[in-house]
């Protein structure tokens, strides 16, 4: 059911509003007041949002089409007064911590897990934030998870993975300091990197001229970060490849995406190919003061077009940007 902005101001919800909105008899389902009605059934994100209270219900559920759903930044909180370790029980903490790492391959969750726990920078005031975009009526009722060099989000409904649901995700770290070197030591995200830079060794002489541009790369300020582009696209173009690099291409996007939950990365590919997006991408890297050591393996790339953007800046340390139309 889509909400009426101009009704609610694009403000948090309360429970009045969820059932006036929602009619009661269809409220009642939706809203329930204890986590056990249905739990055997219901996803990790539906058994955490029917453990909320009334309070925590007006605080944390925010419109359906909210300007927030489409941000990103690389540190951000999506409910800034309601943090984990203040505003939830132990027992809605432990949810949490197991929605985000149901989010990501199990080979990967160790990692995941570290990589939020060091950008705390050892102050519990940077203690992630959550939320949620609708109510249980939606059919792309969205949790969300947030912090710093943290974005994660998933369909409430189910645990299986669907992709991003057509909105930005961030992931990020400096593992041993602020600037990293140019190998990028305990930074879990650096394995895209290397093979990205696997995907430009195997392109020839002229078109790893072309990949790599004498421009800028993308600005992060959040609106221009994700912004998708129709022209005015640098680099080498997707047409341009043959149809054994188109595949390489392919291979690259899916084995970088590893870390995320499998489920995600097998919807996220299948709209790349099924909507032929490889044809209308860019790829591009970055010299210079991006590249780390000057030893020609790119630190920084950008993977955009029309339907999508893809931008990692390895300089001073990794920031990632994915955002693909649903």
């Known amino acids: 059911m889509k ?36 739990a055997e059934t219901d996803s990790l994100p539906m058994q955490f949002y029917k453990s909320l209270s009334e309070e925590q219900i007006g605080k944390i559920i925010l419109p359906l089409n909210h300007p927030k759903r489409q941000f990103v930044s690389n540190w951000w909180y999506i409910c800034p007064d309601q ?4 505003f939830y029980t132990e027992e809605q903490q432990d949810l949490v911590k197991q929605i985000f790492e149901s989010l990501h391959h199990p080979e990967h969750r160790e990692k995941m897990n570290w990589q939020v726990q060091k950008d705390l920078m050892g102050q519990i005031k940077n203690t992630p934030s959550v939320g949620f975009f609708g109510t249980p009526e939606d059919p792309d009722f969205e949790f969300i998870y947030t912090g710093h060099h943290v974005t994660r989000r998933c369909n409430a409904h189910t645990d299986k993975g ?11 770290n400096f ?18 990197g290397l093979i990205f830079n696997e995907f430009v060794s195997s392109l020839d002489g002229k078109q790893q001229e072309r990949i790599l541009v004498g421009r800028e790369p993308r600005n992060e300020k959040p609106a221009e970060v994700i912004l998708k582009r129709k022209t005015d696209l640098p680099g080498l ?59 020609k ?24 940007y994915f955002h693909l139309a649903a």
């Open 175 to 192: 593992a041993k300091a602020f600037r990293e070197s140019k190998d990028h030591e305990g930074n879990p995200f650096w394995y895209q």
């Open 237 to 295: 173009s997707g047409a341009d490849l043959s149809p054994d690099q188109k595949a390489k291409l392919l291979d690259t996007m899916r084995r970088m995406l590893a870390c995320f939950r499998p489920d995600d990365v097998t919807a996220t590919m299948k709209t790349i190919e099924d909507k032929k997006i490889i044809d209308r991408l860019f790829v591009s890297c970055y010299g210079g003061p991006y590249d780390i050591g000057n030893d």
């Open 162 to 172: 669907l992709g991003f649901g057509g909105a930005p995700i961030f992931y990020g």
């Open 83 to 86: 943090r984990l370790h203040t």
């Open 3 to 38: 909400l009426i902005e101009s009704a609610i101001h694009l403000q948090p919800w309360g429970r009045r509003e969820v059932l006036r909105t929602l009619g009661s008899a269809a409220a009642m389902a939706a809203v329930p007041t204890f986590r056990g009605l249905g």
């Open 297 to 320: 393996v790119w630190d920084t790339w950008q993977i955009e077009g029309p339907e999508m953007v893809w931008y990692f800046r390895g300089v001073p340390h990794i920031h990632g």
